[in-house]
């Protein structure tokens, strides 16, 4: 997941996203000797087991609605539609099936990992889906994370090929609200390219919590499960420059862009190293591509600036602007629903307020957001007496 560099890096995750490989690179990239070796290396054999509770709950709530209902809508009432999990969407950690199960949370890609779990567990055939759509992009600390999207379709029995027709029986289940499922642009991934995804996102949230040799290892572990994975080498890129190993970090984005090389993500983790490295002339065809005006995290800065200001209408501009690039960000809702309010537009500001606690990525903030939609409906309420 996420950004630019100075200490800013863009490490490209998956919570809820890449291109076919071109190459298989061997993993000379990799250099095992600037890392404390782990007790236990990182492990994905796991990630689809179901467990004895999983097992349990299959045929205590699920098989019995499958003779009604069929497979697919038995599997996706029993899990989300009647709720009887109680499952909430939580984009701040990555976890296998039988964790999101525990949880009973997890995000986009742990839920299609479970649900995929109970759907082998019922003979289902499973498509995994990366969503072409524009990622989200949300701050955290001095990393930034691109948040790409995963879906998954249920088929029963054998499907089509991948070159042929779509099964018209087929069942699209997708974990984030809001989506136009007619309208999405997908790429069929295979269950290793899922596999990789899970520890690159490992990977990113480990670095983001400080755990720098844990997050390489984790890398190492991605790569042995897909190497034409290009997001995993924008992640390798970004630990480098954390351990100060800048000609390493340049390898390891130099063959993520080889992988990818539209994506404007790696282009700008690179020239923030080729700029450290003191070759300004290799780093000026990306900076000077990045669109106006910059980051995310700068628009949000004028917009807030603007608000501190008085210049509501100003920031409103600023905020809209940025709303079709991160549609799905709770923290633009938020202030999205704090500038209707002093504009006195209470009613587009709870609808924001509904927005930001829809997209939270964890409980708690949920609960605040939903504590500040409570607040405003009271005072609306008041208002109209």
């Not at 404390?36 to 492990?43: G, L, S, T, W």
Request: hydrophobic share 40%; aromatic share 6%.
């Amino acid at each position: 997941m996420k950004r630019w560099i100075p200490l800013l890096a863009c490490l490209l995750l998956l919570g809820c996203a890449s291109v076919e490989p071109i190459a298989r690179p061997d993993d000379d990239v990799f250099r095992d000797h600037l890392f404390v070796p782990p007790v236990q290396a990182p492990d994905v054999s796991g990630l689809f087991s179901v467990t004895p509770a999983m097992r349990r709950y299959l045929h205590e709530r699920i098989e019995p609605q499958v003779w009604r209902k069929g497979a697919q809508m038995a599997l996706i009432d029993a899990l989300y539609t009647q709720g009887e999990l109680r499952l909430e969407y939580d984009a701040v950690h990555t976890r296998t099936a039988a964790e999101a199960f525990d949880a009973r949370r997890g995000n986009c890609l742990s839920l299609v990992i479970m649900t995929a779990a109970f759907a082998h567990e019922l003979g289902l055939t499973v498509r995994f889906q990366e969503v072409l759509d524009r990622p989200a992009i949300e701050p955290a600390g001095e990393l930034t994370f691109v948040i790409g999207h995963v879906n998954l379709a249920l088929y029963n029995g054998m499907r089509q090929s991948r070159s042929g027709p779509s099964d018209p029986g087929g069942l699209l289940v997708d974990f984030v609200p809001g989506q136009d499922l007619r309208r999405q642009r997908t790429r069929e991934l295979d269950q290793r390219r899922i596999s990789a995804q899970f520890m690159n996102n490992r990977a990113a949230e480990e670095l983001a919590s400080g755990r720098v040799h844990d997050a390489y290892w984790w890398l190492r572990g991605a790569w042995a499960q897909d190497p034409g994975y290009a997001n995993l080498y924008n992640t390798l890129g970004v630990i480098y420059r954390h351990r100060g190993a800048l000609p390493e970090a340049e390898r390891a984005l130099l063959l993520a862009r080889a992988l990818d090389p539209d994506n404007e993500h790696v282009a700008g983790n690179l020239a923030g190293v080729q700029q450290a490295l003191g070759r300004s002339a290799a780093a000026a065809p990306a900076l000077a591509g990045r669109a106006a005006p910059g980051p995310a995290g700068t628009r949000f800065d004028h917009a807030r600036l603007a608000l501190d200001q008085g210049r509501v209408q100003q920031a409103l501009l600023l905020l809209e602007g940025e709303l079709g690039l991160t549609p799905r960000n709770p923290e633009l809702h938020h202030w999205l629903a704090v500038t209707h309010g002093r504009l006195g537009n209470l009613a587009r500001a709870r609808r924001h307020l509904e927005l930001a606690a829809e997209y939270s990525g964890s409980g708690e903030q949920r609960t605040l957001y939903a504590g500040k939609l409570e607040r405003l409906k009271a005072q609306a309420e008041r208002a109209a007496q």
